[in-house]
């Protein structure tokens, strides 16, 4: 079946504007925006407190899933998560700070825990979505943008191939997972590391804890996407060598032409 060429194509996000609003804009309102003008020598008019920097940095990425919701009229789902991430992040700082201006105990290991629950509870999400009718493995790296699934899909059935066909794309989802099971660990122990000497009864604890949730957010996605990225890219060989062995196509034969 032949695809019609004047269907137009789902919009998709642009990468650079996703990391842009979704990342630095929040990191940059979280570190310079949180200071308290009544407590700085010289206040700028910047300074708008912690309180109004969290909501500033949060009606970035809630406003950019909203806006891709009303114009694709779908659910991204890196979006989706993106936003529950972001809402997440402000219910949980909200509960921590206290009326007096200080940060409840344990501060570190519950913001860690919420770090750690979205790449777990993904992680988890990845491995058991296998065995339903829409595998995440598709969705991240196996899908037809990249691979020619009907040409192997159509070669592993002439070859009568298709328990060893599942056996690679279980092994692929179970490595991809891994990434993110890394990533939960990475992400509880960056919290701690940051997080764990604040001094919750400081007069401007909010302001050093927004200033340190700012450098958990830029550290975490770099120390985080990083291996993240290894991972998908040693997922991707792992699965090409498994497709070829059991389909005897090349790797130009199995991937979409660019």
Same mark, same amino acid.
């Given at each position: ?83 529950? +991430?972001?809402? =997440?992040?402000?219910?949980?700082? !909200? ?10 105990? %344990? /501060? *570190? ?69 891994? +990434?993110?099971? =890394?990533?939960?660990?990475?992400? !509880? ?10 001094? %919750? /009864? *400081? ?56």
């Amino acid at each position: 079946m032949t695809s019609d060429p004047t269907k137009k194509k789902p919009t998709q996000e642009h990468p650079l504007a996703n990391i842009l609003i979704n990342v630095l804009i929040p990191v940059l309102a979280l570190s310079y925006l949180s200071k308290d003008a009544a407590m700085q020598a010289e206040p700028k008019f910047w300074h708008i407190g912690p309180l109004k920097a969290l909501f500033v940095a949060l009606a970035f990425p809630i406003s950019y899933g909203v806006w891709f919701f009303v114009k694709t009229r779908k659910l991204n789902f890196f979006s989706g998560l993106g936003l529950f +991430s972001v809402l =997440l992040t402000g219910g949980l700082t !909200l509960f921590l700070w206290n009326k007096d201006g200080t940060i409840k105990e %344990h /501060a *570190a290991l519950l913001f860690g825990l919420k770090e750690a629950s979205i790449p777990f509870v993904l992680g988890i999400a990845i491995i058991a979505s296998h065995w339903s009718k829409t595998p995440l493995l598709r969705t991240f790296l196996y899908n037809d943008s990249i691979f020619d699934i009907p040409k192997i899909e159509n070669k592993v059935g002439e070859l009568g191939r298709e328990t060893d066909y599942g056996k690679v794309l279980l092994n692929a989802t179970i490595l991809f997972a891994v +990434s993110f099971f =890394l990533s939960t660990l990475m992400n !509880l122990g960056i919290a701690m590391w940051f997080l764990g000497d604040l001094d %919750h /009864a *400081a007069a401007n604890a909010r302001e050093i804890y927004n200033e340190k949730v700012a450098k958990i957010t830029g550290w975490g996605f770099l120390m985080i996407g990083v291996p993240i990225m290894v991972f998908l890219y040693i997922t991707l060989k792992k699965l090409l060598a498994g497709l070829r062995r059991i389909t005897g196509l090349s790797d130009d034969e199995l991937m979409m032409p660019r």
